[in-house]
């Protein structure tokens, strides 16, 4: 079945770069996302890349798809105290439009 | 320009009630989607409506159910509550049918 897998947790000091990775098994996704959320609120859209692109870079972010492997990082440059959230990966179906996502990182950055 | 609206935020409702939950999407766009977000897990798909007919349904029992009217903003509705509907209830809007989905901040419903 669709599935969507993600390391559950990752800490990094401020400054440095972040890298969270995800794994999925659907092979008619059209797009991927990546959501933030912090702590008692909805989820933000950061940013998305169509299944046909390699890579996307918007300022901070950097996406990779690897779609040959099923593999999506999502790279935040310069990570700051504000970065701290919960970050989903999430598989856009291109039969349903439906979104299924993974069980969310948590990114912790020190000071 | 308003994002998508959610309400109400919070609501604490007894087993056995019924919930009402309501959506309005961002300006433009025609379909909107639910989501069910238990604490610790990532969001699970309900429902979609485009063009306010049903185009997708997640795994969930028929006591859930959900509308779209012709002003595009929608309606989540659940029956015979149980301890587990206890959750967060995301909606989400896009253009169209397959389109980046952008979330409101959700209704908390708690059930004791």
């Known amino acids: 079945g669709e599935d969507v897998e993600q390391s559950l947790f990752l800490s990094v000091r401020e400054g440095d770069s972040s890298v969270i990775n995800c794994t999925y098994t659907?092979?008619?996704?059209?797009?991927l996302y990546w959501y933030k959320q912090e702590p008692g609120a909805g989820l933000q859209l950061l940013t998305y890349?169509?299944?046909?692109?390699d890579m996307k870079q918007d300022q901070r972010l950097t996406v990779l798809l690897n779609k040959k492997d099923k593999h999506l990082s999502l790279r935040i440059a310069d990570t700051q105290t504000g970065d701290s959230a919960i970050y989903f990966c999430?598989?856009?179906?291109?039969?349903?439009?439906?979104?299924?996502f993974g069980q969310g990182t948590t990114l912790q950055v020190k000071p | 320009d308003a994002g998508v609206t959610q309400s109400p935020t919070h609501l604490i409702k007894t087993r056995g009630q019924h919930v009402t939950l309501r959506c309005s999407p961002i300006?433009?766009?025609?379909?909107v989607s639910w989501y069910q977000q238990v604490l610790g897990q990532g969001p699970q798909f309900i429902f979609q409506?485009?063009?306010?007919?049903?185009?997708g349904r997640g795994n969930f029992p028929d006591r859930f159910s959900a509308r779209q009217f012709p002003n595009y903003s929608s309606e989540l509705n659940v029956n015979a509550l149980l301890l587990g509907d206890s959750a967060l209830y995301l909606c989400?809007?896009?253009?169209?049918?397959?389109?980046?989905?952008?979330f409101g901040d959700g209704t908390r419903l708690s059930i004791l």
């Open positions: 300006s433009g766009h025609k379909s």
């Open positions: 989400a809007s896009s253009l169209g049918n397959n389109q980046p989905q952008h």
């Open positions: 659907d092979s008619s996704s059209t797009y």
């Open positions: 890349i169509f299944s046909n692109m």
């Open positions: 409506y485009y063009e306010k007919e049903e185009r």
């Open positions: 999430a598989d856009g179906s291109s039969n349903t439009g439906k979104l299924i």
